[in-house]
C-alpha cells in the first residue's frame, strides 16, 4: 500500500472546496457592540485607552446605535461612564441617567435595535467597587468570633453582598423602564440574577430578559475598559467577587445557578483565554451562550499590527471565529462594526 493514503488536503484545494466543508459560518447576526455613554449633548470624545472607541452623550449615541443597527449588528451594549459618583452609586438608578436617556433615544429612534445594559455599581461608586462597602458598624454588629484574628478577618471581603444586589436590582428596574430589552449584571455578586427577575416581574417588566456576566473571571484583560468608564477600584481589587482564572468548573458551577435564578443567556468573560469555558458550557447548558471579546483582547490585536507584528483584519476575524468554534451564540465585541463590514 502506497502512503500517504488519506490526503486531507483533497478538502482544502480551493476556496471554493474550503467554503464548502466549512464547519461554521461568523456571521454579523452573532455580534454585541458595546458603546459608552455619558451625560451631556453633543459629546463624542475619544477614550484613550481603546482605539476607535468613544464616550457618547445620548443624542450622539443614538446616531451611532443607528448606524450599527444599518451595518445589520442585532444588539448594543451600553455603559454608563462619567455620573457623579458617591458611596452608594445613587446615579445607578437614576431616571434621567446618560443611559436611561440613552436607552430611550436609541429605542425611539431604532426600534429594532436590541438594546441591553450593563448592570454594575462600579462606574457609579466613588471607590470604584462593584458594590457597596460594608459599613464598620455592620461588621462591628457581627457576633464576635474567638478566631477573628485579622488573618481571618481578611477573607471577610469589603464588599457587602446583600445591599449591594438590592441597589443592583433598582438600577436593573430603571433601565427596562427606560426601555432596555436586556439587562446584564456584571458585578458577580450573588443572589442577584434572582432578585433583578423578581423585581422586573414584580414591576411588570416581564418581557425585559436578562443576560448574566456568569463566568466572569478576575482578569488582567479588563484594563483597557477601567480607563474607559473610570472604574478602577481606588483600594483593592475585585477577587472577592469575580472568579480565580485557575477554577473553570466554578464558572460553570455560577451558570448552572444563574439559569435556576432566571437568566435568559449566560456569558463567558474574557473570551479568548476562556474558550475552554465557553466550550464546556455550550456542552452542558441549552441556553444561548455568550462570550465577552474584551477591550484587553481589543486592543491586544491593535498594538500588535500597529506594531506591524500582524495582520489587523486576519487577527481579528480568527479571533472572533475561535470564540464561535468554541460555542459562543453571541460575541460581544469591540471589533463588532468592522467585522460587519468584513462580513457583508
Ligand atoms: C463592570 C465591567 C467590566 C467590564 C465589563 N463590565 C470591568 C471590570 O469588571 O472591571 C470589562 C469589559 C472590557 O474589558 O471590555 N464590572
Redesign the pocket.
Known amino acids: 500500500m502506497s502512503f500517504p493514503q488519506t490526503r486531507f488536503r483533497r478538502l482544502r484545494v480551493n476556496a471554493t472546496m474550503r467554503r464548502m466543508v466549512s464547519e461554521i459560518r461568523l456571521s454579523v447576526d452573532d455580534l454585541v457592540y458595546?458603546m459608552f455613554v455619558c451625560p451631556g449633548k453633543q459629546v463624542k470624545e475619544p477614550i484613550e485607552a481603546m482605539a476607535n472607541c468613544y464616550r457618547f452623550s445620548p443624542d450622539l449615541a443614538a446616531k451611532e446605535a443607528t448606524a450599527m443597527a444599518e451595518l445589520g449588528i442585532p444588539a448594543i451594549l451600553l455603559?454608563g461612564t462619567k455620573e457623579k459618583k458617591d458611596a452608594i452609586a445613587s446615579r445607578a438608578s437614576a431616571m434621567d441617567s446618560a443611559v436611561c436617556q440613552a436607552i430611550a433615544k436609541i429605542k425611539a429612534k431604532c426600534p429594532q435595535l436590541l438594546v441591553m445594559t450593563?448592570v454594575?455599581l462600579?462606574?457609579y461608586t466613588d471607590h470604584g467597587h462593584?458594590g457597596l462597602i460594608m459599613a464598620a458598624d455592620a461588621k462591628r454588629k457581627r457576633k464576635s468570633s474567638p478566631f477573628a484574628t485579622p488573618a481571618v478577618q481578611q477573607y471577610e471581603g469589603h464588599i457587602d453582598n446583600d445591599s449591594t444586589i438590592e441597589v443592583l436590582a433598582s438600577m436593573a428596574l430603571a433601565h427596562a423602564r427606560a426601555g432596555a430589552d436586556i439587562v446584564a449584571p456584571?458585578?458577580?455578586m450573588d443572589g442577584r440574577v434572582g432578585l433583578i427577575r423578581e423585581t422586573l416581574d414584580t414591576e411588570g417588566y416581564v418581557e425585559c430578559g436578562i443576560m448574566s456576566?456568569s463566568s466572569?473571571f478576575a482578569?488582567a484583560?479588563?484594563?483597557?475598559?477601567?480607563d474607559?468608564?473610570q472604574?478602577?477600584p481606588s483600594f483593592g481589587d475585585?477577587r472577592t467577587h469575580?472568579i480565580d482564572p485557575a477554577c473553570g468548573r466554578q464558572g460553570l458551577r455560577q451558570m448552572e445557578e444563574d439559569i435556576v435564578q432566571g437568566a435568559d443567556i449566560v456569558m463567558v468573560?474574557?473570551a479568548l483565554p476562556y474558550l475552554d469555558v465557553i466550550a464546556l458550557a455550550r456542552h452542558h447548558f441549552d441556553v444561548p451562550i455568550a462570550a465577552?471579546?474584551?477591550?484587553?483582547?481589543?486592543m491586544m490585536i491593535h498594538a500588535a499590527a500597529k506594531a506591524g507584528l500582524l495582520d489587523y483584519e486576519a487577527a481579528m476575524m480568527e479571533s472572533l471565529l475561535s470564540i464561535k468554534r468554541a460555542g459562543a451564540d453571541i460575541i460581544i465585541t469591540?471589533f463588532a462594526p468592522e467585522a460587519a463590514k468584513v462580513l457583508k
Open positions: 458595546p455603559f450593563d454594575c462600579c462606574a462593584c456584571s458585578d458577580m456576566y466572569k482578569s484583560f479588563y484594563g483597557p475598559f477601567r474607559a468608564a472604574s478602577t475585585r469575580q468573560k474574557p465577552y471579546n474584551v477591550s484587553g483582547e481589543y469591540y
